[in-house]
């Protein structure tokens, strides 16, 4: 997971759930909700994907590798 604070006072966080096809955003302006996803998701205790209303952003970071992954998954 990664977290920006942006030049707008939002807080911007990021993660992939293993392939680049499953790539997350979220923007949230709470300070005490980044940090409580943090030092739950250090802990395992979160589950992140229910703490914020994220955005799929998966088909603009897919890398030719992951492309060719899913295309050997569709023939199976």
Request: zero cysteines; charged letters at 30%.
């Amino acid at each position: 997971m990664q977290v920006w604070l942006r030049d707008d006072n939002t807080w911007q966080l990021d993660f992939r759930d293993g392939t680049a096809a499953e790539h997350y955003q979220a923007r949230v302006i709470s300070q005490e909700k980044v940090t409580i996803t943090l030092s739950g998701r250090v802990k395992r205790r979160l589950d992140r994907k229910k703490a914020f209303l994220w955005n799929s952003i998966g088909a603009r970071s897919e890398t030719p590798a992951d492309l060719a992954a899913a295309r050997g998954r569709q023939g199976e």
